[in-house]
């Protein structure tokens, strides 16, 4: 019998942005089901796994596989909510219109809007308590109401998997625990969820798995046993020097990604 | 001679539609550049809500080597040669600006500059050294010369003469557009909007932006003899922000290009006979006089309505 | 500020050059006919002709402001903004033309900069006050403008005096119609342009860099844009003539952005793009010499877009053919030390009680076909770091052949072992690293680890003498044994 597929299998992942390395060697095996924080100091490269997933940015080396697939076809699985400085806000459309969007996935090349479609658009809003704003164009809104459209645009998307990359920056407190409610129901309907976070004090209660990255994978797993004062430190507590400075060598050459790799 | 003739309401509107010869001269003028409008304004919106404005006057310029070097191999204005040699000049100048971004540390705004001014150098070079075989007027690119249209050739189809052939093309190439952007508007729109969520559900993001370029072309190359490469960016530019200070929605702003073209055609070509100037400069001065209210009175974020908001 | 003395001697050159101008008689010396290019290169470069003379003057003139003005149009994003603008000039020109009646320099000077100020505020306007994204702002100033001038112009051409050909010598610019008064111009400009960056350039410096700081340090930064757009405006308006309103802005970026893949200072870079800027404002001049009256403006530009293309190429460290190079070189490095690891692994295999390996080892271990196999044999033999003999000393039969290393060879091959096994230790102990990747790290890693970042790896790890698969890590004494170890 084959082994269950995870949603997110990672293996020694490396991303270099112009020769300098922003992940290194990374390895996960995300569990279906699962609510997962991802933590680590800026610049960790949290962000840039998140894209690496989405398929947004190519690995120099390793792989992503989601549900044994590659990114490419894997990312039809995924709702992706972006982070709020990359959405064009100025953009023709308005709330409703942007949560329609995340039916498209669902027609064919030629077909059209169902009602079906509609009336699941309108709970999603209703979900994030945004229906009263379904005909406002996008910016015309506060940094809260713009991160629950998105919120519901990817709940229109039926998705197994969620990608959110700091779903509570700029929010306002009571947004954010509405929006942690509805991650936690959206984990007992069985959806796998990682979420990029920047508060520590925070992410104990949200989460109940936990990545730990500063470049590389320091570590994850159940928050309980990776939530650790010594583990924070590691992560937070600046880099060892060597291995960053040899990563950057690494990076530097490209030739040493091309060459086979002896047998042991 | 006055800088500006003295205005009499028959010289300007009556006379130009008073014997059936001119009529006929002038209406063909002014459908020419319906036309042009239309099919401009549409393919600029997208261009326009893509922020890819300035591409598309890059873009509108980079296609000049492509149609000399159509014109010194075929040695023929046909616009099948055209098309082709403006397509490539123009999806490499596409090429060689995201090239150099992704592999320099050139910003953009530079490297857009840079290329698209050495491929419009080249392109004027080889137009000049070349004058004897190409059959085009360097100051016709740049402002065009739509008042020549009539005097395209006729297409005849078994005998029977159709009409302009210029008019023809033009109004091919905007059925066509349309058609395009009807059929693949959610494609459009999604990866307009957010290329992510558009990979991710399986829309060619590569493919729309070449689609795009391609139409971007294919319209500066019909439009290019009427109105030139400069002031077709006007077409391109002003229907949909202009549009936009009216309305919310994608959609209605496509359907506002038809209603402005036809505005900035008819009041553009009366504006050209009374002041005796250049028809496709008067079309662009009329479509920036129409912005001007749009901007600071429009509903949708005009200058009036900001300033009220912020008391 | 780098070359303290060479700016003030700059201006002093150029001061002294503009009064030479009068000198320069106002008669066009007539064109012979001349032959061969030789012939016509040395009548250009020995600037035997009037009209020569002022045509690479003004060209090269030119060129220098632009590369001056146009550093820091590029770093401070502006370069569209430079294309706009020499757009939006053409009104001002056709207005600055009727007021004067005649292509009066001063009046279409005049005339040029009151509509570039009036293209700034509007762009200014349009920012402030409107939802209009910047690029769609460009777009509407540029061909809004531009059509207004085109229907002045076109009108201009239908009046009694407006027929000249001075008017549309500024779309694509007519060296060839330069006089002794636009020289003057041009002169003046680069005079104006240069001391202002005499004098205002630690506080150009500081504003490009950090804007919000300056401000607080009570810099004027936004008298300083201004005047700094004055003088955009200026140096587009006076380089109309040669390079046509189009291009205008090509020489304002292309110089300043070739000298950018150079060099990195400021002071570096107004000097290099000056400089590139001069040669293209002379190869263009030249060219249009030779090439009987093709517009020059073109020309200047593909003479420094050539100039670019050949940096991009050959610059350096990061150009692309010296990289294609270099990676060449590289590649054919890892290679070997991967084939040195491979036969000092076969070796270790028998605990070194031999002396030299069948190539056919060799092939197995590196997982390689014979011809590849060859290859790297050969590379190594090259490199006097292997020998390759036969059995027996027979006569060698292909794949049949034994190798050996040389001194040289065998401390090469334990440097790279020592590497990777140090290398893995370090992973396992000091970072965590999950067992079954930390081989894979290593393959990378050991060919890029320098000796200071082994004697750090071995103070980490207290001089270790296994790695975690309880191989041997290569001590230096092994290495200066010069060969295998007899045992």
New interface residues.
């Given amino acids: 019998m084959k082994p269950p597929l995870y949603p997110i299998e990672i293996h020694?992942l490396t991303v270099s942005y112009?020769r300098k390395p922003v992940l290194y060697?990374v390895?996960i095996e995300i569990e279906e089901g699962s609510l997962v924080g991802v933590i680590g100091p800026n610049g960790a490269g949290k962000s840039t796994l998140i894209k690496a997933i989405?398929?947004?940015v190519r690995p120099n080396g390793g792989f992503v596989k989601i549900f044994g697939k590659s990114p490419?076809a894997g990312?039809?699985h995924?709702g992706?909510v972006?982070q709020r400085e990359s959405?064009?806000w100025?953009?023709?459309?308005?709330v409703m219109?942007?949560v329609l969007?995340?039916r498209?996935?669902h027609?064919g090349?030629?077909g059209r809007l169902s009602k079906a479609d509609r009336r699941m658009a309108h709970e999603c809003l209703e979900k994030v308590d945004m229906l009263p704003y379904a005909n406002r164009?996008i910016?015309n809104l506060s940094g809260g109401q713009q991160q629950r459209v998105f919120l519901a645009?990817a709940l229109a998307q039926e998705s197994s998997i969620y990608l959110m990359d700091e779903p509570f920056s700029g929010v306002d407190a009571v947004t954010e625990k509405a929006i942690v409610s509805i991650l936690k129901s959206m984990q007992q309907d069985g959806k796998t969820l990682v979420i990029v976070h920047h508060d520590l004090a925070t992410a104990k209660e949200y989460f109940d798995h936990l990545l730990l990255l500063n470049m590389?994978k320091?570590?994850y797993g159940p928050i309980q046993q990776v939530f650790t004062e010594e583990l924070l430190q590691t992560t937070y507590g600046g880099r060892?020097t060597?291995?960053s400075?040899?990563a950057s060598?690494?990076a530097k050459?490209?030739?040493?990604?091309?060459?086979?790799?002896?047998?042991? | 001679m006055p800088l500006i003739p003295p205005f009499q309401m028959d010289q300007v509107f009556i006379e130009p539609w008073s014997t059936s010869g001119l009529l006929t001269w002038n209406l063909q003028i002014i459908l020419m550049s319906i036309l042009i409008c239309w099919t401009c304004g549409l393919v600029g919106s997208f261009i326009v809500v893509r922020r890819m404005a300035l591409m598309g006057d890059a873009i509108s310029h980079g296609i000049l080597p492509g149609l000399a070097f159509a014109f010194i191999i075929s040695g023929s204005l046909g616009l099948g040669g055209m098309f082709i040699g403006a397509c490539l000049a123009g999806l490499a100048c596409n090429f060689c600006i995201e090239w150099l971004h992704s592999h320099t540390k050139i910003r953009e705004d530079a490297a857009m500059g840079l290329v698209f001014t050495s491929f419009f150098a080249l392109g004027v070079t080889l137009i000049s050294s070349h004058a004897e075989n190409i059959d085009l007027d360097p100051s016709c690119i740049l402002y065009g010369e739509i008042g020549l249209v009539p005097l395209a050739e006729k297409i005849k189809i078994g005998g029977t003469s159709l009409g302009n052939r210029a008019i023809w093309t033009m109004a091919a190439v905007f059925i066509s557009t349309a058609m395009g952007i009807i059929l693949f508007y959610r494609q459009l729109l999604v990866s307009s909007f957010d290329s992510t969520l558009a990979a991710s559900i399986g829309i060619p993001v590569k493919g729309v932006h070449i689609g795009l370029m391609l139409a971007l072309a294919l319209t500066t190359v019909a439009s290019l003899e009427a109105v030139g490469v400069i002031l077709v960016v006007a077409m391109f530019v002003f229907p949909p922000v202009t549009a936009s200070f009216f309305f919310r929605r994608l959609p209605l702003v496509l359907l506002s290009t038809l209603p402005l073209g036809i505005l900035y055609s008819i009041g553009g070509f009366h504006l050209a006979h009374w002041l005796d100037c250049s028809i496709a400069g008067a079309i662009a001065v009329v479509a920036t006089i129409l912005f001007i209210p749009a901007c600071l009175l429009g509903p949708n974020g005009g200058v009036r309505q900001r300033l009220r908001q912020k008391m | 500020m780098l070359f303290p003395r060479l700016w003030p001697t700059l201006i002093l050159l150029l001061f002294l050059l503009c009064l030479w101008l009068p000198s320069l008689d106002a008669r066009q010396v007539e064109m012979l006919k001349d032959q061969n290019f030789w012939d016509q290169a040395t009548r250009f470069f020995l600037l035997q002709d009037i009209s020569v003379q002022i045509v690479v003057l003004g060209s090269t003139l030119i060129g220098i402001s632009c590369g001056l003005i146009g550093s820091y149009v590029v770093t401070r994003k502006l370069s569209l903004f430079g294309d706009t603008l020499s757009h939006a000039v053409l009104p001002g020109i056709a207005v600055g033309f009727l007021w004067a009646g005649s292509k009066d320099n001063l009046a279409l000077l005049i005339g040029a900069t009151g509509a570039g100020f009036l293209g700034v505020s509007s762009l200014t306007f349009l920012q402030k006050y409107t939802r209009v994204r910047q690029d769609s702002a460009l777009g509407i100033v540029l061909s809004g403008f531009y059509a207004v001038g085109i229907c002045l112009l076109t009108r201009i051409q239908k009046m009694e005096f407006g027929n000249q050909a001075g008017l549309d010598s500024f779309l694509f610019g007519q060296a060839s119609a330069l006089s002794v008064e636009d020289l003057w111009g041009i002169g003046g400009a680069l005079l104006v342009i240069s001391l202002f960056i005499l004098v205002a350039y630690k506080k150009l410096l500081i504003t490009g860099f950090d804007l919000s700081f300056s401000r607080s340090i009570g810099i004027p930064a936004d008298g300083l844009q201004y005047a700094l757009w004055l003088l955009l405006a200026f140096c587009v308006i006076t380089s109309l003539q040669i390079v046509g309103v189009i291009l205008a802005s090509a020489l304002l970026i292309i110089p300043a952005v070739t000298a950018s893949l150079l060099v990195k200072r400021m002071n570096a870079y107004l000097l290099v793009s000056a400089f590139l800027g001069a040669c293209a404002g002379l190869g263009g001049s030249f060219l249009s010499f030779l090439g009987k009256g093709l517009p020059t403006g073109p020309l200047i530009v593909l003479v420094s877009s050539g100039i670019f293309i050949s940096v991009l190429c050959l610059r350096p460290r990061t150009g692309i053919a010296t990289q294609w190079f270099f990676s060449r070189k590289n590649s054919l490095r890892i290679q070997r030390e991967n084939t040195l690891k491979a036969i000092y692994q076969v070796l270790e295999k028998n605990n070194f009680e031999n002396q030299t390996i069948p190539t056919q080892a060799l092939m197995t271990k590196r997982g390689i076909d014979r011809i590849e196999c060859e290859f790297e044999i050969q590379q190594l033999v090259q490199a006097e770091l292997a020998t390759k003999g036969s059995p027996d000393h027979s006569p060698a039969l292909p794949g049949q052949s034994i190798l050996s290393l040389t001194p040289r060879g065998w401390e090469y091959a334990c440097k790279i072992v020592r590497n990777h096994r140090l290398w893995e230790l370090y992973l396992t102990n000091e970072a965590n690293y999950a067992p079954d990747h930390v081989h894979e790290d290593a393959e990378k890693i050991e060919h890029v680890l320098g000796e200071d970042t082994i004697r750090q790896l071995e103070r980490i790890l207290s001089n270790p003498k296994k790695d975690p698969h309880g191989k041997l890590i290569p001590s230096l004494t092994d290495m200066e044994l010069g060969g295998v170890p007899k045992t």
């Fill in positions: 020694d112009q060697g390895d989405m398929n947004m490419k990312t039809k995924i992706y972006p959405v064009d100025d953009f023709p459309v308005t219109d942007v969007m995340g498209y996935g027609l090349w030629l164009q910016g645009r590389r320091i570590a060892l060597v291995f400075e040899m060598q690494a050459q490209p030739e040493i990604e091309k060459q086979k790799s002896l047998p042991l």
